[in-house]
């Protein structure tokens, strides 16, 4: 059954007025459940549960020590192009803005990672505008086949591809797909995708399964907070990670909860989240599924990020640009968003030992590439 | 007299394996392994960076005191297995491997088809293989009769802490064995480790329920004592639990006293 149609199954309207409105009791059922359903969830989401933050945050806590231990994953975003065919509102990238355009060649990509490989890193997250012809498939391939003797793990953050296309990508040493949805609500995705192959909805949401099917170990969802109401995005993201759980179980699922941030160009967020809101959001998602990762960008400020380590997120990225070439030498390439979190690898590094974490740079490994 | 753990062709003092994950710093981690005792200390080789910027987890761990035992945590078929396994013994580490094949990321259970596979291609290739395996008397037996040193099967998933939800299985395993059993897994805290080893375990590995405790250093002591309690209580006899029935007469067989 595809997500879809496995959507079409929920009581979604009834989900989403128990995020809205549930009463004290369920929150106290969920809260002690040791298996939440989507309206315990939902539940969590409401603004009754708001006063039990400190409990859900305890809770998290206990779950993830229990699942992840005392570690963080670091990785660091490699960004390959800022061209694209697409309109999103949102992003600099969109094809609309007359911005300086570059995609970089096999040889400047792999000049970046050799950059990111003497800061520690060995995980890294390919990303680039929706570009079919300067970020083909074929050019895709092409770095990865550069890096992967020299990285244990390349995720890539693309335009949405065929499940052909993701196993020849998986066979040249990809482990991870990272898409996010944006938006699960179809009216707001439609007001903010004006034309483009991304006007499709049904092809970007099924783009997890069909990375599962090709062979990608590692998926990661998320959607872009602040363009449609957050309890409504965050029950359609539970609900998608554990659809992707139990239908392509062979992967690893983490979800990612990119807040709209300031960019060249771009509209802002419609639908703000507030941090005592966006800390909810992960206990949340923590407590409903355990055994999901989260990620968290430095599209979120230093104080913000470290103090949700304990809480549940169980990877970050860090010394992050976000414009093509960034790594190697300031450029006029625009880049996707502002950063929030300008501190270096090595800073972020000594912060998450500071909070009694491991920073973690290996977890994965060549020999299982394929 | 001596009580020692003999695994392929070496001796061992302790009957603590324990792991080096989730710690939350690689010092804490060599702290709490030498108050362990633990003579095997298993690493996941996707953790093992052979050409570091820093310093390389390895070189936390006093390696002439230890067996370092590296394992293959990620693989989710016998091939990616194989392939983690050589890797290591190119990588300079010893010709031991903790096998383990999981290919879902929730539970991480072990896939018995796919690690008996791997266990066949290892001990052919020179490799002794100690399997992580579901508490599953034949498998078990089908691994001990392809070459395994050892059978790892859990008390219960990897990380749940909640201790021997597989003792009957692994009573079985234990009565059957001619290999060590070394249960792995899901033991939470001291009382689950003396309770496998009073079972007749001969040894058992520990890893996140010391990495995550308040103070991982004296939980690393707690499972020592508790699986040399466990030890010593299983080699004294353990009085059988008192039967529900009183013994003291014979209602089914007392007939026959009166016969005649």
Redesign the interface.
């Known amino acids: 059954m595809s997500f879809l149609s496995y959507l079409q199954t929920l009581p979604l309207e009834s989900i989403l007025s128990t995020a809205q409105n549930a009463s004290g009791t369920e929150v106290e059922r969920a809260l002690s459940s040791d298996s939440l359903d989507l309206f315990d969830f939902a539940a969590l989401l409401s603004p009754e549960a708001d006063s039990r933050l400190e409990r859900m945050a305890r809770r998290s806590h206990e779950i993830t020590l229990r699942r992840f231990g005392r570690t963080i994953q670091l990785f660091a975003p490699l960004y390959l192009s800022n061209e694209c065919v697409e309109t999103c509102t949102y992003c600099s990238f969109a094809r609309p803005n007359a911005i300086e355009r570059r995609t970089l060649t096999i040889d400047e990509v792999e000049a970046e990672a050799n950059i990111l490989a003497a800061q520690g890193f060995r995980h890294l997250l390919l990303v680039s505008g929706e570009h079919p012809k300067r970020v083909s498939p074929s050019y895709v391939e092409a770095v990865l086949q550069r890096l992967a003797p020299q990285f244990p793990s390349l995720s890539v953050e693309v335009q949405p591809q065929t499940e052909e296309i993701y196993a020849v990508w998986v066979r040249a040493g990809s482990d991870g797909l990272v898409v996010y949805q944006e938006t699960y609500d179809r009216e707001a995705y439609a007001r903010v995708h004006l034309a483009g192959k991304k006007k499709d909805f049904n092809w970007r949401l099924e783009t997890p399964e069909r990375g599962a099917r090709a062979g990608f170990r590692r998926l990661g969802i998320g959607a872009l907070l602040g363009l449609a109401d957050w309890r409504m995005e965050a029950v359609h993201l539970a609900a998608h990670a554990r659809y992707l759980m139990r239908e392509s179980w062979r992967a690893m699922v983490s979800i990612s909860l990119p807040r709209l941030r300031p960019a060249a160009f771009a509209i802002g967020p419609t639908h703000p989240v507030s941090d005592r809101d966006f800390v909810r959001l992960v206990c949340a998602l923590r407590m409903f599924v355990p055994d999901a990762g989260i990620t968290l960008s430095t599209r979120e400020s230093a104080r913000l990020r470290d103090g949700v380590i304990p809480l549940g997120v169980t990877s970050m990225s860090a010394g992050s640009r976000t414009e093509p070439g960034g790594y190697s030498a300031p450029s006029a390439a625009e880049k996707q968003f502002e950063i929030a979190d300008l501190r270096t690898p090595e800073e972020v590094f000594r912060a998450v030992r500071d909070r009694g974490y491991d920073p973690v740079w290996k977890d994965w490994e060549v020999a299982l590439h394929g | 007299m001596s009580d020692n753990l003999i695994i392929a062709d070496r001796t061992f003092r302790s009957r603590l394996f324990v792991g080096t ?6 010092e804490m981690m060599r702290d709490a392994v030498r108050e362990s005792g633990a003579e095997i200390v298993t690493v ?6 052979f050409d ?3 310093p390389n987890l390895l070189d936390f761990l006093d390696r002439g005191d230890i067996l370092l035992l590296p394992n293959t945590s ?3 078929n016998a091939e ?1 297995a194989v ?2 396994a ?2 290591a013994r190119a990588g300079g580490l010893p010709h031991w491997v903790k096998l383990e094949v999981t ?4 539970w991480l259970l072990p896939d018995p088809v796919e690690t008996l596979r791997a266990t066949e291609i290892l001990v052919k290739e020179g490799f002794v293989v100690l399997p992580y395996i579901g508490a599953d008397p034949i498998l078990a037996k089908r691994l001990e009769e392809a070459g395994a040193a050892t059978v790892m099967p859990l008390g219960s998933p990897i ?3 909640r201790g021997l939800k597989t003792r009957d299985s692994l009573a079985i395993i234990i009565e059957q064995a001619r290999i060590p059993v070394v249960v792995d897994a899901g033991l939470g805290a001291p009382s689950h480790a003396a309770e496998a080893m009073e079972l007749g375990a001969d040894a058992v590995l520990v890893n ?1 329920a010391i ?2 405790a308040r103070d991982p250093v004296a939980m690393a002591r707690a499972f020592r004592l508790g699986v040399e309690a466990g030890r010593t209580a299983f080699l004294a006899g353990t009085a059988p639990p008192r039967q529900e029935s009183a013994e003291a007469s014979s209602p089914l067989t007392g007939f026959l006293g009166k016969l005649s």
């Open positions: 994950g989730k710690f939350r710093s690689p996941a080789l996707r953790r093992v960076d570091p910027v820093g990620g693989a989710a990616e392939r983690l050589r890797l290919p879902e990321p929730k990380g749940t802490s996140t990495a995550v």
